[in-house]
């Protein structure tokens, strides 16, 4: 019950983080300088890649599924991105917000993870 516990605090800080960074990337930059502006950052990518990290809670028990399933999630986080693009909604540099904001925000609640599996 505890690693649930873990993992759902991790999900709700995900989710918070991914928020404040859309407010602060997306909204803020639309206040300012117009609704039509493309440089802001993807709210639909992100929540994809929400949406993407929440499945790979479900993944995560189950260690062989995990290289096709993130293969699978970088298809369609590509094909979220090119078709934000060819639609005209954003440009590369809302993409690359977008990219940035979810995976500062996969991140950060994980850090200590994250820094033991970096060192050499």
Same mark, same amino acid.
């Given at each position: 019950?505890?690693?649930?516990?873990?993992?759902?605090?991790?999900?709700?800080?995900?989710?918070?983080?991914?928020g404040l960074g859309l407010l602060i990337f997306k909204?803020?930059?639309?206040?300012?300088?117009?609704?039509?502006?493309?440089?802001?950052?993807?709210?639909?990518?992100?929540?994809?890649?929400?949406?993407?990290?929440?499945?790979?809670?479900?993944?995560?028990?189950?260690?062989?599924?995990?290289?096709p399933y993130f293969i699978i999630s970088a298809i369609?986080?590509?094909?979220?991105? =090119?078709?934000?693009?060819? =639609?005209?909604?954003?440009?590369?540099?809302?993409?690359?917000?977008?990219?940035?904001i979810s995976a500062v925000a996969i991140i950060i609640?994980?850090?200590?993870? =994250?820094?033991?599996?970096?060192?050499?």
């Amino acid at each position: 019950m505890k690693k649930t516990k873990k993992q759902i605090m991790e999900l709700v800080y995900t989710g918070s983080i991914m928020g404040l960074g859309l407010l602060i990337f997306k909204y803020l930059p639309m206040q300012i300088f117009g609704k039509d502006i493309l440089f802001d950052a993807s709210s639909h990518v992100v929540w994809t890649c929400f949406v993407l990290y929440l499945i790979y809670f479900f993944i995560d028990q189950n260690k062989s599924w995990r290289i096709p399933y993130f293969i699978i999630s970088a298809i369609v986080i590509a094909i979220m991105s =090119v078709e934000r693009i060819m =639609v005209g909604a954003h440009n590369g540099i809302g993409i690359l917000l977008a990219l940035a904001i979810s995976a500062v925000a996969i991140i950060i609640p994980r850090w200590k993870e =994250v820094k033991n599996r970096l060192r050499f």
